[in-house]
T-cell receptor, first 112, second 116 residues
């Protein structure tokens, strides 16, 4: 069964304090690993897709990396506006369609 | 503007009511999805329409009924719901996957449903 576990559940940082969020996964045949950002009361906003081990992608203060068992979302010198819940998901294909299997998310708070 | 529009944004309904959630995508995609997001639980897939065909999901109670009249519109019809069905219902869309790779799934802002 496809499974995604994110840690920590919640993380509180000071502005400028870099850190990493973890996403561990088990999936039969990885098609893609996705990171989304979700603000309170809103839908998930797409950030990155990673397809193979060793791949990295960057966007502003965020950098996502992928190994065969986990992905990290590194946040460098974060600002208060980076506060959000970050969701990790693996893509699975079934019955000719696709779906995302999500972790529970990491709730990130950046204090000024 | 996310390209996926959901209405209404908020809905309060009694357990005997019938209501519908509506979703429209402006991205030219050919697959649409309903996800449910409850407090302290991961997003759960409810239904998928891919190339205008519904993919069954047996774990969803029959009080939820999807309808996809074309590739741009998706509905979720609600009937005789329970208070535990209160949640954020998210619509999403994407291009249908190929045998070798999937495609990015884009979400709407969600419809907050409260069942009283």
């Amino acid at each position: 069964e496809d499974q995604v576990t994110q840690s920590p559940e919640a993380l509180r940082l000071q502005e400028g304090e870099s850190s990493s969020l973890n996403c561990s996964y088990t999936v039969s045949g990885l098609r893609g690993l996705f990171w989304y950002r979700q603000d309170p009361g809103k839908g998930p906003e797409f950030l990155f897709t990673l397809y193979s081990a060793g791949e990295e992608k960057e966007k502003e203060r965020l950098k996502a990396t992928l190994t065969k068992k986990e992905s990290f979302l590194h946040i460098t010198a974060p600002k208060p506006e980076d506060s959000a819940t970050y969701l990790c998901a693996v893509q699975a294909v079934f019955q000719g369609a696709q779906k995302l299997v999500f972790g529970q998310g990491t709730r990130l708070t950046i204090n000024p | 503007e996310t390209g996926v529009t959901q209405t209404p944004r908020h809905l309060v309904m009694g357990m005997t009511n019938k209501k519908s959630l509506k979703c429209e995508q402006h991205l030219g995609h050919n697959a649409m999805y309903w996800y449910k997001q409850s407090a302290k639980k991961p997003l759960e897939l409810m239904f998928v329409y891919s190339l205008e065909e519904r993919v069954e999901n047996n774990s969803v109670p029959s009080r939820f009924s999807p309808e996809c009249p074309n590739s741009s519109h998706l509905f979720l019809h609600l009937h005789t719901l329970q208070p535990e069905d209160s949640a954020l219902y998210l619509c999403a869309s994407s291009q249908a996957p190929t045998p070798d790779s999937g495609n990015t799934i884009y979400f709407g802002e969600g419809s907050w449903l409260t069942v009283v």
